[in-house]
């Protein structure tokens, strides 16, 4: 009982999250994934491979962050450090279209579809680290 709960579960959150959620629960093998996925908030994504797909799963569909309880003011500025391929940075721009957002990606192939999912924000490849 415990492995069909566990499945249902998995399945229904990508139901709630992603609006082309079939792409997502009835794959048509193991290795195929969707090269973009919209989903139920608005957002857009082109993606590579499953993990991005956790990512969107994990900061929309699960509001890891606590983004939905976040309350910004019009003009607020949003800095996206390690933005991977943007889903932060799209999500933030949904729920608050006027913040200005500055995104941080320092890997190409990330930025890459940075570029792509977040045309918005203002776009840096390159790391942010301390130095001596």
Known sequence: MGEIYKRFYKNFDKLRTFKD???VCFPVSHFYFPKTIKTRLGPKFNIRHWTDLTIIREVIGRDTYGIKNLLLKNDAVVVDIG???GVFSAYIHTLFPTAKIY???PDIENFDLLKIN???ARLFNMGIAKTK
Do not use: Q, R
């Open 118 to 120: 977040a045309p918005f």
């Open 21 to 23: 959620w079939y792409k």
């Open 103 to 105: 995104s941080y990606e």
């Open 83 to 85: 933005a991977h391929i």
